[in-house]
């Protein structure tokens, strides 16, 4: 097996922030990247000189503001956050819960962008981070209008139980993900974190095919779905034909 490449090794470094870990001292860095202290050290340097990674006073290391204004320049997610953007701020002012906008990716929802106001409930998504497709109410969307072989490889594969609620039976979920492509909505209850709840919505693209997934996210104990769904349902409708209407 070939010895891996200088850039290969600076591709691992970068990589070792992807779990979502705001900072990682140079030890978790060599570890997650599977690199010689020595090695790690050397490269993480030059990559701190460069302003890809930043030096805290602690000694810990974060993404540097270089690579954050590189990453902003991401065709697709941009584009689909600038126009998801007005759309996502008039449900917030009308529901004043959580505001989530994902895609798929990896077999991962990835979260393009999420509004929250100073009384919403605490949630564990944050822009450009990743959440488990089975636990979270986009996930389900997101997995449901995806291709069959998707389906299969997620269900086949670990389905991690993150609270009690958490349903990791791949029967029930088939069953599921059935209910969401009938309804076109996908309902969770306290399954990603305890005490809340979401209402998830497929957004389509240009050629009606699922893009994205649109979700409110409110406290359980007094979420109104009467009111949530259809403000969700709504605002995906009018994304999807500002989409349409764009060509994007």
């Keep these: 097996m070939r010895a891996p490449t200088v850039t290969g090794k600076v591709m691992a470094i970068l990589g070792a922030f ?66 998801a953007l007005p759309y996502m701020e008039d449900l917030y002012a009308t529901t004043r819960e959580n505001v989530q906008l994902a895609v798929l990716h990896h077999d991962r929802a990835l979260y393009v962008e999420r509004l929250r106001g100073r009384t919403s409930v605490p949630i564990v998504s944050r822009v450009a981070g990743d959440l488990p497709l089975h636990a979270t109410g986009v996930g389900k969307v997101l997995l ?9 490889r997620v269900l086949a594969g670990e389905l991690t139980s993150h609270t009690p609620n958490t349903v990791v039976d791949p029967v029930r979920l088939r069953a599921e993900l059935e209910e969401v492509r009938r309804t076109g909505v996908a309902c969770t209850q306290e399954e990603m974190s305890v005490g809340t709840c979401s209402v998830a919505v497929p957004v389509r693209g240009p050629d009606g095919t ?17 009111r949530l769904v259809p403000a969700v349902l709504a605002a995906a409708r009018d994304l999807s034909r500002d989409l349409a209407a764009s060509g994007r």
């Excluded at 030059?46 to 690579?67: I, K, M, N």
């Excluded at 449901?144 to 299969?152: L, S």
């Excluded at 699922?210 to 009467?226: F, G, I, P, Q, T």
Aim: net charge negative; charged share 25%; glycine share 10%.
């Design 18 to 83: 992807l779990p979502g870990d705001v900072r990682l001292t140079l030890t978790e860095i060599c570890r997650r990247a599977e690199l010689p202290l020595a090695t790690g050290h050397r490269l993480v340097k030059e990559l701190v000189e460069g302003g890809f990674v930043e030096r805290l006073p602690d000694g810990s290391y974060r993404v540097g503001t270089l690579l954050w204004q590189i990453g902003a320049q991401a065709g697709g997610p941009r584009e689909l956050r600038e126009l």
């Design 210 to 226: 699922v893009v994205a997934a649109l979700s409110l996210v409110a406290w359980r104990h007094n979420a109104d779905l009467r």
């Design 144 to 152: 449901a209008f995806a291709a069959p072989e998707t389906v299969d």
